[in-house]
């Protein structure tokens, strides 16, 4: 009676990379041999090797859990891209519907085994196409297979593994901390997981890189502009991706637009310089411009007479803040964000709290 939605399987959920280079691979099961590290209920147990000189894999949740997260049995990470769950929930904008305490969730999970059958809670395909992209784009495409390494030899880090050749670990020093340092539960449920967070780190500076879909829009943004730094250095780069219509170098802001003739220049200009481009031994930052204003633009004038600023906002020391650069290249030049021209502080924003008649101090 107990064991009734006990799974019983014949193969696990793993994902491409867990699984090792060979299909074939052997494995060996074990029928309700431990508690699924999230709900604890006891489920089976796959073990195996993934590859020669790899070491031993095995299954560390239940089949249902990693139904409802659509992530591995053995790695948590999510099925179809290979990412944390905290990166792909934030990119779909999912909200983790798992309960965390274990009555709870152990009612949550034994009410949705019966409706799942292959399904996921995780619909993809609802999901809208440009965040569907966006993880395409973050994700490996090929296993990664030297996550199946044989964990690092502490005794070795500590100078002190007697075993040479023999030692069945791996005699390195750590240098990326690697996914097993992690707890399961957490990055189940995708929170604090210091992995997923670099990622979502790191899309974030690239999702200014969004190439816009107006195919007309041809220039790119460039910032970090010094003043040794000639129209005639960036017309000698940017020559070699293709046929330049102009170029516009704001010295004051330290900015500059190169205007290619064609898309596929910029295209070509943008994959290859952002985030990496050098020039003088300056690092300036390259992304896509906008043409012209997106929208009606109706307070454009009062922008220019209440900042008396003629020109962009300009970085201010090193590097800006990405939200910053998002304003300046959604605005056409040459006038200052709205609303944003006109102070430079917080505390002369006057719609930040504390500021209106004191009320707004919270307690
Ligand atoms: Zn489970
Ligand atoms: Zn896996
Ligand atoms: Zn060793």
Known sequence: MARQGWEDSEFPIVCETCLGPNPYVRMTKQKHGKECKICGRPFTIFQWCPGAGMRNKKTECCQTCAKVKNVCQTCVLDLEFGLPT??????????????RSNVNRE??????????GNDSLINYAKADSTAREQLKRISRVEPYYKRNRPHICSFYVKGECKRGDECPYRHELPIDNDLSNQNIKDRYHGKNDP???????????SRTLNTPEDKSITSLFLTGIEKDISEQDLRDFFYGFGEIKSINVVQKSKVAFINYATRAAAELAVSKTFNNLNIKGRTIRVQWGKARPQGPRSDLQAGIDGSGSSSYAAPMGGPP?????????NMPPPPPPPGQGSFSYPSQDPTALGTVGGREFRA
């Open 195 to 205: 992995v997923a967070q670099r990622i979502l780190n790191r899309t974030d500076r």
């Open 86 to 99: 905290q990166v792909r929930d934030t990119v779909l904008q999912t909200r983790d519907d798992v309960p």
């Open 321 to 329: 803040a990405p939200p910053s650069i998002d304003d300046l290249i």
């Open 107 to 116: 009612f949550f999970v034994a009410s949705v085994e019966g409706q799942l």
